[in-house]
């Protein structure tokens, strides 16, 4: 792909953002300095003891990083359920009904038929990525300086991406929603972990592992090496 016409494109999808989170005020004698995610009964839960001792920054980097990546499991863990058997709904591969088998292998299939689409995916997730950086962290020249990663007045998480308008403007309820997206987020990760792993043990669909689906698979319909 052309590097203008990349430039370009990683440009016009960076959407301009406004912050969705109320101000938070860090409270040094709570855990984690009192950012929402923490629930009864084990509201304080750090058995390897990763937040003791480290100063605000560092606490907000740990939580952006979980966050994320629960935000990535949630998405991942869709995916693989509806694309595969009973449901079989993959749009961007097959125009018609057709199990083509663990999602885990999915995009192996795409990249033997269309490699170019890897190419538009890398710069649709540059753009989500540079959004989020011009969001929410201090220029790279100011890091050392400032001692900060993040800008002073970033909540961790919030990009200003709602489009449904789900955000409420309750500071409470607020915190209260992002708590639930972390906690979802967490069952999220350990979800995916299992179903990749189960996929990679004996490369059979979800459902159809678990009886619930028929097996209707056929290795030779695809253009990779089961």
């Not at 959407?15 to 950012?35: M, R």
């Not at 011009?134 to 919030?158: I, K, Q």
């Not at 500071?171 to 990679?200: C, D, P, S, V």
Request: charged share 20%; aromatic share 10%.
């Amino acid at each position: 792909m052309n590097f203008s016409i990349a430039t370009a494109a990683l440009i016009a999808i960076v959407p301009a953002v406004n912050a969705l989170a109320p101000v938070f005020v860090p409270d040094s004698t709570k855990f984690a300095y009192g950012l929402p995610g923490s629930l009864d009964p084990v509201g304080a839960f750090d058995p390897l003891g990763f937040c003791e001792g480290k100063d605000f920054e560092t606490i907000k980097q740990y939580r952006e990083a979980e966050l994320q990546h629960g935000r990535v499991a949630m998405l991942a863990a869709i995916g693989m359920l509806v694309t595969e058997e009973p449901i079989e709904f993959h749009p961007l591969f097959e125009s018609n009904i057709k199990d083509i088998g663990p999602a885990i292998r999915h995009l192996d299939e795409v990249r033997a038929v269309s490699p170019q689409f890897f190419e538009l995916l890398g710069v649709v997730i540059g753009g989500f990525e540079l959004n989020r950086a011009l969001t929410g962290w201090t220029a790279p020249g100011d890091v050392f300086g400032s001692g900060r990663v993040f800008n002073e007045d970033y909540f961790t998480g919030d990009v200003g991406f709602d489009p449904l308008g789900l955000a409420p403007t309750d500071e409470a309820e607020f915190y209260e929603l992002h708590t639930k997206e972390l906690q979802n987020g967490r069952l999220a990760m350990l979800g995916i972990a299992g179903i990749i792993a189960q996929e990679l043990v004996n490369g059979k669909e979800i459902f159809v592992n678990l009886g619930l689906a028929e097996n209707r698979f056929d290795p030779s319909s695809v253009p990779i090496q089961f």
